[in-house]
């Protein structure tokens, strides 16, 4: 069957932002005539049909959903605008997205934004802690909020069950003869990394199996895991397990292991986690975690839509797990 064409296909084809494709459909922004010609030209060739409906309008209510992602670049955000995407495919809602980056990186002034356009409900799409860069006072605001990869103080939120997926990692690395784990952590403030990391270093005592003290922090690179895998190697010659908080520390992890002639996974297993797409192609393919990103979009548009339909809404958290994928990099 056919896939759904969504906002992010049309984008890509024009060569454009999501935000400049809902600009073009709405109106509420200018467009230059050469990027709106291409925008509709995309729309065309794609087929992509918003849903839309005019009732809604005329009994006064928008039927527009804003979103507000920190950065579309991230993978993340693409996969779960997709799943948000099939949530309002031919219902009475469209998607009005926005996108921090087009905004100087002012999260606030573009919630004000979305707010200023009468969108019926808003659905946060972030990696960061967005309540630290403004007061968000979603108890007395007239616009529900939905909050999605991040848990949120008084606000619905969609999450992944970071500190399962860590636990796992150990309980897998084990099972394939780790006895000497180590983990090497993307950002310290990542919320995300510290569950992770909680996980890994739960299940590690219960096994009780030492780590290192030292969680080598740094950035979610390459660069930062090639380098971390040289010191850690260096100061700790017997690990034999390494969990690493992404797929791209993982890879950096995996070359400067192959570089000082370390077998993997003989020697060494890593792991990663996110399920990036050159995982599975890499030199050695990496053992990683996939996120459900498509199903948190879908369920946090329909926590929402149930929001605005009942005008209910209190504080819940809704955890999804994520799924082990087994490859090379752990098992030979």
């Known amino acids: ?38 925008v509709l030209e995309a729309i065309e060739q794609l087929g992509y049909v918003p849903s839309w409906s005019a009732s809604r309008m005329k009994r006064g209510n928008s039927g527009i959903i804003g979103c507000l992602a920190a950065d579309i670049t991230e993978t993340f955000v693409n996969q779960i605008v997709r799943g948000i995407e ?36 808003i659905l946060f799409c972030h990696h960061i802690p967005i309540w630290k860069e403004f007061n968000l006072d979603t108890q007395n605001s007239d616009i529900p909020i939905v909050s999605i990869n991040m848990a949120a103080q008084e606000m619905i939120s969609v999450v992944v069950d970071n500190t399962t997926g860590g636990y796992q990692a150990a309980e897998h690395l084990y099972g394939c003869g780790m ?15 510290q569950d992770r990391l909680k996980g890994f270093s739960q299940r590690t005592k219960e096994l009780k199996l030492e780590m290192p003290q030292n969680n080598y922090y740094g950035n979610y690179d390459f660069d930062h895991g090639f380098e971390a895998a040289q010191i850690l190697m260096n100061d700790h010659p017997q690990t034999d397990g390494i969990f690493c908080a992404n797929d791209y520390i993982a890879a950096g992890a995996i070359s400067a292991l192959q570089k000082m002639n370390i077998h993997i996974p003989n020697q060494v297993r890593v792991v990663g986690f996110d399920n990036r797409d050159f995982s599975e192609f890499w030199n050695t393919p990496i053992t990683t975690f996939e996120l ?10 329909s926590l929402l839509k149930q929001v605005i339909h009942t005008g209910i809404y209190s504080k819940s958290q809704h955890v999804l797990q994520s799924k082990l994928i087994p490859r090379k990099s752990s098992k030979g």
């Open 1 to 38: 069957m056919r896939d759904v064409v969504t906002i992010v296909d049309v984008a890509k084809a024009a060569g454009v932002s999501p935000a400049t494709v809902t600009h073009t459909l709405n109106g509420k922004r200018p467009v230059g005539e050469a990027t709106r010609k291409k």
């Open 86 to 121: 099939h949530g309002l495919s031919g219902g009475q809602y469209s998607l009005f997205f926005v996108s921090g980056v087009e905004f100087g990186n002012d999260l606030k002034k573009a919630y004000n934004f979305l707010k200023s356009h009468k969108v019926e409900g």
């Open 179 to 193: 006895r000497h784990p180590a983990m090497i952590c993307g950002p310290e403030d990542r919320l995300s990394v």
């Open 292 to 301: 459900p990103l498509q199903e948190m979009g879908m369920l946090g548009v």
